[in-house]
């Protein structure tokens, strides 16, 4: 049976919420009539994160697959859930539930229309709803980091919100475009989106609702050395996009 939509969720010792993410997925597929796959991406966690995945019980026509990686990063984690899949859409969300599934209806729509081949959810559009918002020392970080990559790669210049976590793909497009990715880290973003509008593929924004996640794993303070290297790694990877 084909799959029309893979569900990949990256996790780093998220145990406490791997279960209701794979619920809330499972839901949303069972809601729309959708065929569809969750993937699980553990990032060497050192709790029980795939083995609450693993035990997590979902209706049966939902396909359920959990990734034991090494720990090398957000990146890698999604990575290989999106070379796993085998989806006609790939829908990617962080864990925790900070965004509603049904956002990601129209960005579906889309890219079945063929109107885009990457729709990224944005906390940056006037129609976005922010329930919760970030802290002030993350939202400091989140300007300055948006100029850093402006000024690195001026074609993401359009886009407002790189680093949200919540995207679609067309599948084939995405299994292609990461295939081809080297960054392992928080950057993983920027370089695919850099290879996409290098190769010519429209990628749209979508407004979201959005609920910051207190309990997130990034660190802005150890983020920052890694952020300026993945930069000038992915400028030499791709030249300047």
Not at 188 to 211: C, H, M, N, S
Request: one cysteine or more; hydrophobic letters at 45%.
């Amino acid at each position: 049976m084909s799959v029309e939509l893979s569900i990949v969720i990256p996790a780093f010792n998220e145990a406490s919420k791997i279960r209701g993410d794979m619920e809330r997925a499972a839901g949303f597929l069972l809601a729309q009539g959708l065929s569809g796959e969750i993937i699980v991406a553990d990032d060497g966690s050192t709790d029980d994160t795939a083995g609450r995945a693993e035990q997590t019980h979902v209706p049966e026509s939902v396909t359920v697959r959990v990734l034991t990686l090494p720990h090398r990063g957000k990146g890698h984690a999604v990575r290989a859930g999106v070379l796993a899949s085998c989806g006609q859409e790939v829908l990617c969300v962080d864990s925790g539930g900070c965004t509603p599934l049904a956002n990601a209806i129209q960005a579906i729509k889309w890219i079945q229309a063929g109107s885009c081949q990457i729709a990224i959810g944005s906390r940056k559009l006037a129609a976005s709803c922010i329930v919760q918002r970030q802290a002030i020392h993350r939202r400091a970080c989140s300007a300055i980091f948006r100029r850093a990559v402006v000024w690195s790669f001026p074609a993401l210049r359009g886009l407002s919100d790189t680093q949200c976590g919540f995207k679609v793909y067309a599948g084939d497009v995405a299994r292609a475009l990461f295939a081809e990715s080297a960054i392992d880290g928080f950057l993983f973003d920027v370089e695919v989106l850099a290879r996409a509008i290098q190769k010519g593929y429209t990628v749209r924004e979508f407004p979201i609702e959005w609920t910051c996640d207190l309990d997130s794993r990034l660190s802005t303070s150890k983020a920052l050395m890694p952020v300026v290297s993945d930069l000038i790694r992915i400028r030499r990877l791709l030249g300047r996009v």
